[in-house]
């Protein structure tokens, strides 16, 4: 197995990974937005309401 980021042989102790080094730079790449998972846009009147999708909205008070 090579590490995702740079291609090396994997370290056991960083798997799937080389090193921290490259397990860093792949948590940079998260915390930064570069991987996302693509969606379609969604229309919010298509959307339940608060009330409709919140059970404890619905609770007497």
């Known amino acids: 197995m090579t590490c995702p980021i740079c291609s090396k042989e994997t370290d056991a102790k960083y798997r799937p990974f080389c090193s ?20 379609e846009p969604v229309d919010p009147d298509d959307l339940p309401a608060a009330s ?5 909205a619905r609770r007497p008070q």
């Open 20 to 39: 921290r080094r490259c397990a860093d730079v792949d948590l940079g790449r998260w915390l930064t937005g570069s991987y996302a998972i693509p969606a």
């Open 52 to 56: 409709e999708a919140d059970p404890a």
